[in-house]
């Protein structure tokens, strides 16, 4: 693997038909969707531990049923803190409730913000609970309310290569024992299982599908215009290259353009689904003014994979 790069960033915009990804707290027979407020209007929005927990089950599913490489967190949300046998604790870290055992996430992921407001996409649907009476023939149901909404999604992920596979430690130096200290990070696995793992973290990401209430609202919710940094200095400025022109479906052209400019000298790609936006024309020329290759979305993953050498 190439180790020129300190980070994978990724941006991308996902479009859904009628949908609830992330319930908020609800109520009496109401399940409810996920808002947060902007200038006075509703948006809906899924957690950022909802992605993260997307994420995760897509990795486990790429895995041998009964594997003991991707822990699952006891009822009190612990997982098993083993990084250097735990695909998950390392790719997503983890937290021992009495701060004895923690590590940082190497993957950092975003809520994903609902980009137009709830006023003029949201629903409610009756679902019934139906299940049968004890008299034959009879049926009886609960009515529940759903809150159901079509939207545009923006969601980004950032992977700290340099993390992967490592823990952070201290390393001291004889002649200065106490003054002069660095940090250092140790291979806690070899190079080939670190390339597997951030395969399939990248994997995850045109993959994932374990959303809430699916079986009655199946949803993709993958990217559908994505574009993908390999960077040799981390920083989180990709997260800011898509973002909507106020009416309508189209990707505002001067930021996509300042923020590349802004990140120049890095390697970037891009996926891109005709159709989802209204100005996908501008938004390639854009992108091949900067000499961004464009595929579709799944595409450009194997691209940057093949760029940093996993295969
Ligand atoms: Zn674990």
Excluded at 56 to 79: F, H, M, N, S
Excluded at 101 to 113: D, G, N, W
Excluded at 157 to 182: H, K, N, Q, Y
């Amino acid at each position: 693997m190439k180790q020129e790069y300190k980070a994978i960033s990724m941006a991308w915009l996902s479009r859904t038909g009628l949908t609830n990804l992330n319930s908020g707290e609800g109520g009496f027979n109401l399940i409810d969707v996920k808002k947060y407020k902007w200038e006075r209007k509703e948006y809906p929005y899924v957690s950022g531990q909802a992605m993260r927990f997307y994420l995760k089950e897509a990795i486990r599913r790429k895995l041998d049923p009964g594997t003991r490489e991707a822990c699952v967190p006891d009822p009190q949300g612990e997982a098993c803190g083993e990084p250097d046998k735990c695909i998950l604790c390392d790719l997503f870290g983890f937290m021992h409730p009495r701060g004895a055992k923690i590590r940082l996430s190497p993957t950092k992921v975003s809520p994903a913000m609902g980009l137009k407001p709830l006023d003029g996409t949201l629903v409610t649907d009756f679902l019934t609970r139906r299940h049968r009476a004890e008299e034959a023939g009879r049926l009886e149901g609960d009515i529940v309310n759903v809150e159901l909404s079509t939207n545009i999604y923006k969601v980004g992920i950032c992977l700290d290569l340099l993390r992967v596979g490592r823990e952070e430690a201290f390393e001291t130096f004889a002649e200065t024992p106490r003054l002069i200290r660095s940090l250092k990070f140790d291979d806690i696995i070899d190079e080939k299982e670190r390339e597997r793992r951030i395969g399939l973290l990248l994997d995850a990401v045109k993959e994932f599908s374990d959303y809430s209430k699916q079986a009655r609202l199946l949803t993709d919710f993958t990217p559908d215009v994505i574009i993908a940094c390999l960077q040799r200095e981390y920083s989180h400025r990709l997260q800011k290259a898509l973002e909507l022109e106020r009416d309508g479906l189209k990707l505002s052209i001067p930021r996509l353009d300042q923020v590349l400019r802004e990140m120049i000298g890095e390697k970037f790609f891009a996926g891109i689904l005709d159709g989802v936006l209204e100005n996908t024309k501008e938004i390639h020329e854009t992108l091949k003014k900067f000499k961004v290759e464009i595929t579709t979305p799944r595409e450009m993953i194997g691209k940057v994979k093949s760029e940093i050498g996993i295969v």
